[in-house]
């Protein structure tokens, strides 16, 4: 079945510094979601990305989709105390009219202040 | 803004007993799923629900799990026979149509004695 893979699984930055987490899928992918999950809270979502090649900005975070829909990255720049918590990306499988999302295992931020 | 609830928050329950867990996804919402999420583990599908029927289910989604919309409003997730392996926070999310984003519930946190 769609693996996909999400590293690191943690990141401890100094708050100010830049932070990127990746994403693979073992398929190809119809789109891409990124969503975030604070310490004891629920899966917030982020964004969703579907075109090859994709770039999207919300504010600090750039949100990447590559050109074979395989993988995808997020970066926060400039991280601050608010950015805490697990990222995960989750993919949905090309065709067959699925929305089964598959999970990543998610790269947990912590900033040091 | 519009939410998905989960009750209750937290669910203890002896092993073999079964379980109910509840849900109101938004109003407006047409597709209901399930995640599980087991303690620092990766968000992982249960099972989506469409027109008062299944959609899809993963291999977590055996014989011991079912899914009921037993009236406008509430989506419920009954376990038969639990086993400890269930522990875990289980979520309800919804959405409107294809390609909109879910938006998830706080949660429910199975505790399996």
């Known amino acids: 079945g769609q693996q996909v893979m999400q590293i690191p699984q943690y990141q401890h930055v100094q708050e100010g510094e830049d932070f990127t987490t990746y994403c693979n899928s073992s398929t190809t992918l119809s789109n891409i979601q990124w969503y975030k999950q604070r310490p004891g809270g629920h899966p917030v979502f982020l964004i969703q990305?579907?075109?090859?090649?994709e770039v999207k900005k919300q504010k600090r975070l750039t949100f990447q989709f590559g050109e074979a829909k395989k993988n995808s990255s997020l970066h926060i720049t400039a991280t601050q105390t608010t950015d805490v918590g697990t990222y995960f990306c989750a993919g949905l499988p090309r065709g067959a009219g699925s929305y089964q999302l598959t999970f990543g295992k998610g790269t947990k931020l912590s900033v040091i202040p | 803004e519009p939410e998905v609830t989960q009750t209750p928050s937290h669910q203890v329950t002896q092993m073999g007993q079964e379980v109910i867990l509840r849900c109101v996804p938004i109003?407006?919402?047409?597709?209901f799923y399930w995640y599980r999420q087991i303690l620092g583990q990766k968000v992982e599908f249960l099972v989506s629900?469409?027109?008062?029927?299944?959609?899809?289910k993963s291999e977590i989604f055996d014989d011991q799990f079912s899914v009921e919309r037993p009236d406008g409003s509430n989506f419920t997730l009954k376990i038969r026979s639990t086993k400890l392996e269930d522990s875990a926070m289980y979520f309800c999310?919804?959405?409107?149509?294809?390609?909109?984003?879910?938006?998830f519930g706080d949660g429910t946190r199975l505790s399996i004695l």
């Open positions: 990305l579907v075109k090859s090649g």
């Open positions: 629900f469409y027109n008062n029927e299944i959609s899809e």
């Open positions: 999310a919804s959405r409107t149509t294809w390609g909109q984003p879910q938006h």
């Open positions: 109003s407006n919402h047409l597709y």
